[in-house]
């Protein structure tokens, strides 16, 4: 059984900076992109990044842009969400995902996920 395991979280002021990993199981996570996305109280699950299996090709939200960078190291078989420039409102439960192999798009959606973490809670503060 593949799994995902996101770690990293914890308390920030506002203006810092987190590192996420995503640890994956298996012998072939080099073959699948892999996604971010986060989770605030009451709101809906909401994109935040995705990568590709080569870490080539990156897509961000406008919220994070320029701010957020994600990225992979396939030989450990893990993915990463650097967060810098926090805000109160990044705060949210952050989840990776992994994308079916051969899925063809851009994957803004949750729906175009087969696998999720548990998730990590990142609190910005004021």
């Known amino acids: 059984q593949v799994q995902l395991v996101e770690s ?4 920030v002021q506002a203006g810092g900076s987190l590192r996420l990993s ?6 072939t996570f ?14 809906e699950r909401e994109f ?15 919220s994070v842009k320029g701010r957020f960078t994600i ?8 993915a990463y969400l650097r967060m ?3 805000k109160p409102e990044d705060t949210a439960v952050y989840y990776c995902a992994k994308r079916p192999f051969g899925y063809r798009g851009i994957g803004l959606h949750p729906r175009e996920y087969e696998l999720w973490g ?5 609190t910005v503060s004021s």
């Open 30 to 43: 080099s073959s699948y992109a892999m996604g971010w996305f986060r989770q605030a109280p009451g709101k």
């Open 48 to 62: 935040v990044a995705t990568i590709n299996t080569s870490g080539e090709i990156t897509n961000y939200s406008d």
């Open 118 to 122: 548990q998730g990590t809670q990142v």
């Open 84 to 86: 810098n420039s926090l």
């Open 22 to 27: 995503c640890a994956a199981s298996g012998r």
């Open 8 to 11: 990293g979280g914890g308390l």
């Open 71 to 78: 990225s992979r190291d396939n030989a450990k078989n893990t």
